[in-house]
Every structure is written in C-alpha cells, then in structure tokens.
DNA sequence: AGCGAGATGTGATGTTTATCACACCTGAAT
DNA sequence: ATTCAGGTGTGATAAACATCACATCTCGCT
C-alpha cells in the first residue's frame, strides 16, 4: 500500500498532561513509584478505594462500568502520556469505572497523599493540575452529549471521528485510522450491540463516507460524518476517546 | 395534609460545597460580586467562554444542552449552596452546556483569575478545590451510566432517587418530593419524551412503587425504585440533581 | 495445508421508544 | 363564571435498536 501524500500525525496519541508545564509535570513524575501491567489486568475495579493517581507511560487502558448482564461501556482510552485515576473526598469514596490494561503497560502510580502535599507546596502545579481535571470533565460532558443526542448514529459518527482525532492520520483528503477497532469495541463505546455498529459501518461504507483498506477504517468524509453527529468542533484534546 | 411521622430532611439540598472549610470557603466569598438573575435568563451560554465560577445563594439553576432540533438534555440541578461553572484552560475554551435560572437567583461570581490567585497562594483552599471539581466529575460519570445501563426505566428510577436524595422528606417508610416536577422537566432529565415519562410514571403508580398526593410524588417503595436501575447506593453528594 | 477461535455479515423477529393526534383536566387571569 | 395556556393521559403507528440464529470470513498456529 504506497502513500502518496504527506502523512502527518494528527494526535499525538494521549498526552492530556498538556496542561503542565515540563518542569511542574518533572515535580509529578518524582513522586510516581512505576508498575508494569499486563495486557488485560485490571488496575483498579470500581467499588475500590480511589486513592492513587496513574500516569500511563507506555501502552493503552481502558476505562469500564460493566453490568451485572455483562454489558461494557468503555468510558475513556487512554495511551502513553494521558494520566488517570479518580480523587476522592477521603478513603471511603469509591470508584464508580475499572481501568483495565489493554496491552502491556508501565505506569507511573502516585498516592493522594502525596500529590496533595505537592500540590499544598506548589500553587503553579495545582492551577495546572485543576485545569486537568477541567479537561477530564468536559470529555465526560461532551461523550453523555454524544451518547444521548443523536440515536446510535451520532454515537457512532462521534466516535470515530474521536477515534480519528486519537490515532488517525491524514492522507490527502483522507484519515486513516492506525488502530483496528473490532465492531464489539466500538459497541463497548457507544453503549449499541455489535450487530448495530457492524450494520451501521456497512452503511457508512456504502454512503462512502468511510472505507476499509487492509481492515482499517479510512474516512473519506469528515463533513458527512461531522453532519452526523451535529460536530460542534470541539478541540481535539477533549474530542478523543 | 397531616403529617404524622417525624420529618427529617435527607439532604440539604445543594451544597456540594461541603468540601471546603468554613475558613477557606469565605476565602473564596471575599472573590465574588453578587448579580441578581431573573427566572428564566441565562447565566452562562454555551459556546461562550468559560472563566467564571458561580455560587449560588438562593435560587435554582439548571445546566442544559440544546439540539438544533428542540430537544434539551438537562445535565444538572444546582441550589442555594451550590458551587457551578466551568474552568477553563485558557480563554479560548468554550462551555459546552448553557446555565439558565429557574427561579430568580442571587449568585456570587467569580473570576477564573482570582480564583486561580487565591489557589495559587493558599494550598489548602487548592486541596478542597479539587475535591469539588473530583465531586463533579463522579458526578457525572454516575448520570452518564444511569442514563446509558438501564433503558429509560432504569433513567428514570435513577433520577426519581436522585430527586429524592435533592428534594425528598421521609414520612414514615415513604418519601415525599417537596418539589413538582412536570412530565416534561422529566423527561428532559433523562433524554426521553413526554409521552413515554407519562407512560412509565403511571406505570410506576400501578405497581404502587409511587403514588401522587396533591400532585407531588411519593416514593412508596425505595427498593424496588433501586432494582430498576440497579442502584450502587452511591453518596449522596453524588446521588443528585 | 488445514484447524479453530474470534471476527464479520445478514435475515427474521421482538422490544423499546418516539411520533402524531387528540381528549381531558387544572388553575390562574379576565 | 369563562377562557385559555400549559399540563396530563392514552391510543395508533412508526422508527430505532436489540436479540437470536446462522453462515462466512479471517488469521495465527500446528
């Protein structure tokens, strides 16, 4: 498969530390004690003490609610660079997702405790630090956005082009994305059933407004799919997934 | 209307300020400058700036998405003791919900300058402040799983809690809402239409998990409400409008 | 080369929810 | 007391989405 044209990566990936400077972000990482995961252990269940904030180093977690039926909803995907983690008031809050490891992964695992006393000392990395968790929950509010405003379809089109913005590249008029997603996965997304998100890509692929090339999803039509979902043009460090 | 159990309030009602200090919480006091709103005005638009935090004294205020199409999607609930607004990582973020007041409002703003001064000087009122933001946050990732798990069944059984946790007095082993809700403030809620709240709160009646006195609803059975949406028994604080 | 697990594609059918249409009810204002 | 706007109740119908049941297609592994 040659590439044409100038390939530029649109995302860098994660990286939703882009609120720290480099040398506040430096004073986090001196408090981090590091952990290896291994692809498909979880790293805190829900209904677990939240009390530790983690910085993925290298690999991919998710972040899911699963019901008592065994239905996911994946909530975030973090990548190398983004940190995570749930504060609570105290101890006895809990946390309401699980992170799972969806490869092998190294973290950088910080206690509550410390991070107070850090932030306590250091005003900057605190406004920093708030402006992180401003981010963490404008993605929260513009996905519930997504989910409920327009049907499956919207949730679909708003996905990928999150999707797009996380791990897409352009090629001429064209994003592709890097990452195979399997139907389920997206479902686990958007909250449909595979079947669902299987014919609702065939339509797409039909309208051709995306295409497969090798099994991975080129978007052909970013109007058509923004149109979809009713974009609103969020910035790309909050449309992700 | 005799009432002949002991009353006891379950919630103050607003009040997801109770992370601060009383001393800190004048700190932030001293910041605002009071604005009076009328009901129905808009506090904040969505697509304007984000950059002001707002205490509400008295009065309430409704978080809302509007489609193109009509449709509003109300996010949430505050009341007097309320602490709202969105934070910014710099000027160019937008609101991605409007804030409108749903009866006249006497609100404390403040600027997200002085506010990121005072945090900036003063750790511990930094700690705090991000307890509340982390408050938010849970928030809203538990209305987003309420909204998404359970059908609008289990939305709204989930929300009737969550009105009663805001809004409830226990008398006796039933719950009175003190507050009316009408069909469609409902249904705005919970993403769902008119007709199809209508439907499911008679139904709800039927089965006598509710019933109406003098318009407003009790809640006669909690535990069968809980099964619906599978209720976690989150805090309270969190449990809400 | 061929086996098998996991992924995809698709029809038939059922459930959930929205839409439309209209009757009725209630309470505040004239 | 009448009017009228906004709220409620309910049937008929349609659209959206899930469920079930298979057939088929990958692709890594022996």
Redesign the interface.
Known sequence: MKITCPVTMMNKGGYNTQ?FTKENFIKLEELMYEQQVKRGEKIYWE?NNCSHLYYLKSGAVKLT?S??EG?D?V?YHFQAGDLFG????DSH?LN??SAEAMTDCSLGIIQQKDL?TI???N??L??E???W??????F??????D????GKHGALASTLIRIANSYGIEEGNTIRLTTKFTNTEIADLI?ATRETVNRMLNQLKKDEIIAYENGTIMIEDLERLKAIC?C?G??KNICRL
């Open positions: 609120s209904g609610k019901s008592d239905k909803l909530l749930e504060i609570g008031d809050i309401s997702f107070e932030l306590w000392q005003g900057d605190a406004i630090f708030m402006k968790m401003g981010y963490m929950q404008r929260t509010q513009t996905k519930l956005r989910l409920m405003f327009f909250g009713h609103e969020c910035p």
